[in-house]
């Protein structure tokens, strides 16, 4: 679903940059508590999938299968719907139900007096569920500095489920919004999502702080995961540290 959610104060010009934002892992702490709801979430749904229909798939089984997904298609959604006939909109319900999401959210101060110094466009990019994603916008008080608000139900391209790191979604969110990839920072956790904007043209920003030892989203390498590699712009460890680094970022 695209929405628009708000605008921020900041003066708007033609050369100003136009910031597409990550959600989890990058606004705020997913890792704490939010991710590991929904691999619990996600693994018994698969558990059920790829069982018999009376006993649920080992563990071991499950855990291959939605690493692979995730891997293969930037999201375990994709991956049910096209090797198991699943609707995403339930997948994604099943699997992102919180008993009290806010006592879940964890983030920095200061993410509004933030986004308000950046100067241009602000589009949250995330492939996240647009309900969930609405919740966190809402708790951490960011809707408003966001001009538009992209989740993963409104990552298709020709009717198909598309999510990031898709060049062809991205090039059809560039095509929508009349940008040109140059203008674009996709700001993000995840080095395959970076990757796909940097070989588009687009600048890239690495945030590091919440990735965990053996989390997959900022691996480039087993021995090196916090090497910065070639297609990133810059890495900061927080989104509060980019105005201090826009020079590399025009």
Known sequence: MISFVGRDDVNITRSSPVWLFDLDNTLHNASHAIF?????????YLARLLGDGVTPASDELVNATRTLYWRRYGATTLGVVKHHGVKAAHFLDETHRFDDLHAMIRAERGLRQLLRRLPG???????????YSSQVLRHLGLQRHFNHHIAVEAMTVHRHMRPKPSKLMLRKLLRRHQLTA???????DTLANLRSARQLGMRTAWVTQYLTIGDTAGLAHPQKRLIRPAYVDVKVKSVRNLPSRLHQLR
Request: glycine residues 4%; charged residues 20%; contains cysteine.
């Open 36 to 44: 590991p709801a929904i691999m619990a979430g996600m693994n018994s």
């Open 121 to 131: 466009r602000k589009i949250l990019l995330t492939n996240a569920p647009h309900r």
């Open 182 to 188: 140059r203008r674009c920072v996709l700001v993000e």
